[in-house]
Every structure is written in C-alpha cells, then in structure tokens.
C-alpha cells in the first residue's frame, strides 16, 4: 500500500510538473481541482470511479438527472476540494519568474520525479512487476488522474478527430415478401433493470405479476453493451456490436432505425428519459419528460404516460408497418423512491435518499424492487395495448434494459464503471419478447420452444438483427442466427 501511495504522489509530482510550466498555471489548475472533487465526490459516495465513459455519461446527463444527484455532502465535497482550494488559489499572491527559470525548475522537478519512479521500481520490482501487469485495472482508479486522462481522451476525440464523412447502411434493405399484413412493434428501452431482480427470471420475489399471466418469454443471460445510457443506447441500435461499437463514429454512421425507415416504415421515439442519445435524430421524436407532452407527472413524470395518444399516432398511419420506441426513466438512480408513485411503494421500508451508503442494503433494495414492480405494471400495459390491434397487425413487443445496477456489493453504486471492473449486476440485464397471436401464427412460432432457449447466452447485438426479422426486412446486413424468432422455429 505504501508502495502504491508513493507511485500516486511521484505522478501527481511529474504531471503538475509539467501542466503548471506556463503563466496560466492557475486556470490549469482549476480544472485539476473541480476533477479531484468530482472524483472524490462520487467515489466515497457511490464507489465508483471516474472514466471516458462515465465522463460521457455525465455530460449527457439532464438537469432532472443532475439534480437527483445533489445533496448537501456533495456540496460539502465541493466547497472543501473546489471552492476554497480555488479562492486561495488567486488570492496567494505569488512571485512571478522568468520563462526560462520557470521551464528550467518545472523540467529538474518532472525529471526528478521520473526519477523517483523509476528508484522506487527497481526497489519494490518482486511487487511492482507483477502487481501491474496482473492488476491492469488499478490505473482508473488513481484519482485524479483517471479522471484528468478521460477528459485529454474525449478532448482529443472532439478537436483532433477530422471531419468524418456519414456513412449508410442497409441501402438494399426491403420488406420481403411483400405483404398486406401490417406490423405494429414496440420497442420498449429500459433503464437500469436488472437481470436478477425479475421474478420471471428466477428472483424470489415477485416483482413480475402481471407479465407472469402474459405469453412472454425473459430471457436470463443477456450481456449489455455498456455499463451507461450513453454508451448502451446507441450500441444496441449500432450494426457494430459491442466488440467494435465506437461512441465517436456512431452519430456519423445511420443506425436500426435508419434501415427500417427506407422501407417506409413509419417510426416513433417516445422519450422519458435523458433523449435517444442520437438514435433518433432523423425521426419523429417527443419529449415525455415534462407535462407538456406527459399527463402522469405526479410531480415526475411517469413511464405510463407515454401510451396517451399512441392511438391517435397509429391511427393516422393509413398504410404500412408502424414502429414505436420508449425510453423509459425506468429505475434510474440513485432516487429510486421517486422512480415510482405511491401505490407501488410495495416492499417497504426504503430508502429516501440519493445518499445509498447512509441507507441499509434492505432498504435500497426495497426501493429498487418497487421500480421493476412498476416496470412490470407499464410493460403489461404495453401489452394491453397492442392486444387491441391483434385483428388488425402483427403485433409484438420488445422489451430490453440499456445497464443494469450496482446495489451495494463490494461498496458499490450506480453503473457506469469499466465493464471489465462491472459487477454481474450491472452487466447482465432482462429483455422480454411477446408477440401477438396473429405474428405467432404467420411466423410460425412455437412459444414453448422459444421459452426452452430463455437461458441461452446472448447480448444486445441480438435487438438489431431481431427487429428487422420481425419486420420481415430483407438486406444483406441482417444476420438470422442472431435473430431470437428462429429459436422459437422447429427446423
């Protein structure tokens, strides 16, 4: 530990160094302070750790979002590691140098400091060497330097990048075979739903009554993109794939839904939540995060409300398959006892605070049950909904969460992290198919069968291929062995 301790000082030695050479030292090292605090902040609250991802993450963040994440430590955090650092900071009257000395001190000190390192190696090399090489991980949670690394990478993504030219996909993309038969889906995105926290999926308790008494089929072991919204969302619509998903090329690239509108389908993103995170950006989207367009806000606005006016939506669809997204707020943190209304606080006593490490385990659990409980009531009303049109479409439903969550297992919170350091929980989340009696019949599908292949292991790499199927699309970019129908088909 010592060791580890004096790498971390002989680093922050080397690069403060080299970051506070020049006159404007003082605004260089502002930024390092509000870094260190935000670093520190969610760290000893959360558990988590500050990367490229979770700074994205951060930056897509909503003010609703950001607001739930305030409370009177994080201000405390603030003024103590930011405020006050910064006001004596430009209060310190300090005698100015030469540029030639101040280079020539500042180069001696990085010098040294490397120095330093190298010394301290040599010396602890039977730990050093194989403490690095096996625990790779432990780079992000040097603070703040992990955080000060995200912020260069995103900086050199954003200004370095180039101009990238918009690159299409699926262009031969038809509905084949035609057909006068109508498909009505919707695609219901998730937010912060874990795997294990489904009855359906095996959890002792029932937090799935209603989808229980449904033709539905959950399936267990399914791998997220990501460990955020920002990174999940636009991967499981992405062609890519996890393994090769780049959050930098995504908006210069179409997505699932780009393929589906060439064929005319008609497309609808119904959002709850932070936005579409660019998925939707060539499509007709609403904002369900207010009461403008929300008629359930209580004062939150709930996932329920997104299914007003849906009606009217399809009804003027005169012809065509019609596609409709939510994006839920789901069971967003770290307020979880606001992610739902008082008729489904159910498991009780929860937590009532966005500070989870000043409540007990069974409290946070409570209140993380009762938002899949009410995820349950919305998705079975979803249900509900697209039995209405079975005479008239080919109905289904589609049910995949962006992350799952941590709870507090190892001292950890929220989501976010490094998928390699990322906890099950996190990592593995629920997607629920229905489909209606009229595309079971036209498909051919043997629901039973289906069910039997609910624990094969898959990932959101499936949605992309699975959607265009169920819309019957035919282009040289789908893949049927990663479309979930076929594992309902007798072959």
Request: proline share 3%.
């Amino acid at each position: 530990m010592v060791v580890l301790v004096l790498y971390q000082f002989l680093l922050l030695l080397f690069l403060m160094s080299l970051l506070t050479m020049h006159k404007w030292y003082k605004h260089v090292l502002v930024i390092f302070y509000l870094l260190a605090a935000f670093s520190a902040y969610f760290a000893d609250s959360y558990g988590v750790i500050i990367d490229k991802d979770m700074l994205i993450n951060a930056a897509e963040t909503n003010v609703t979002e950001a607001i739930g994440l305030l409370s009177w430590r994080a201000l405390i955090y603030f003024a103590a590691l930011f405020a006050v650092p910064v006001f004596f900071l430009y209060k310190i009257k300090v005698t100015p140098q030469s540029a030639i000395k101040r280079i020539f001190y500042h180069s001696a000190l990085a010098i040294l400091a490397l120095v330093a390192i190298a010394v301290t190696f040599f010396a602890s090399s039977a730990f050093s060497a194989s403490f690095f090489r096996e625990q790779k991980q432990i780079r992000v949670y040097s603070s703040p330097l992990s955080a000060l690394y995200a912020t260069y990478q995103i900086a050199n993504r954003t200004i370095f990048s180039g101009t990238q030219s918009f690159t299409k996909i699926g262009e031969d993309a038809v509905i084949h075979p035609p057909s006068s038969d109508r498909e009505l889906i919707i695609l219901v995105v998730g937010e912060t739903a874990r795997s294990d926290r489904f009855s359906l999926n095996g959890y002792s308790r029932n937090t799935n009554p209603l989808l229980s008494k449904e033709n539905v089929v959950s399936f267990t072991d399914v791998a997220s993109c990501g460990t955020s919204t920002a990174i999940s969302v636009p991967c499981m619509f992405s062609i890519e794939g996890r393994d090769k998903f780049d959050l930098s090329r995504f908006k210069h690239k179409e997505n699932l839904l780009d393929v589906i509108g060439k064929t005319g389908i008609s497309v609808l993103w119904r959002d709850n939540n932070s936005s579409s995170k660019g998925v939707a950006d060539r499509f007709a989207y609403e904002d369900f995060t207010t009461p403008k367009n929300n008629p359930v806000c209580d004062p939150e606005c709930r996932d329920i409300g997104m299914l007003k006016g849906l009606d009217e939506h399809i009804s003027k669809q005169k012809k065509g398959d019609i596609v409709i997204v939510l994006h839920q707020m789901g069971s967003h943190g770290p307020s979880y006892h606001e992610r739902v209304p008082e008729s489904f606080q159910k498991f009780k006593p929860v937590c009532k605070t966005n500070q989870l490490d000043k409540c007990t385990n069974e409290e946070i659990s409570n209140a993380y049950d009762n938002t899949i409980l009410y995820t349950d009531y919305f998705l079975s009303e979803v249900i509900k909904f697209l039995k209405k049109y079975d005479s008239r479409f080919e109905t289904s439903m589609f049910y995949v969460s962006d992350h799952g969550e941590s709870l507090g297992e190892s001292g950890m919170y929220l989501h976010g992290m490094p998928y390699s350091l990322s906890p099950k929980g996190v990592t593995n989340v629920p997607l629920v198919l229905w489909f209606g009696k009229e595309l079971i019949k036209t498909q051919n599908l043997d629901m039973d069968l289906l069910r039997r292949q609910r624990n094969k292991a898959i990932s959101h790499d499936e949605v992309f291929h699975t959607v265009l199927g169920v819309l019957e699309i035919q282009t040289d970019i789908y893949k049927k062995e990663k479309d979930l129908q076929f594992l309902g088909i007798k072959k």
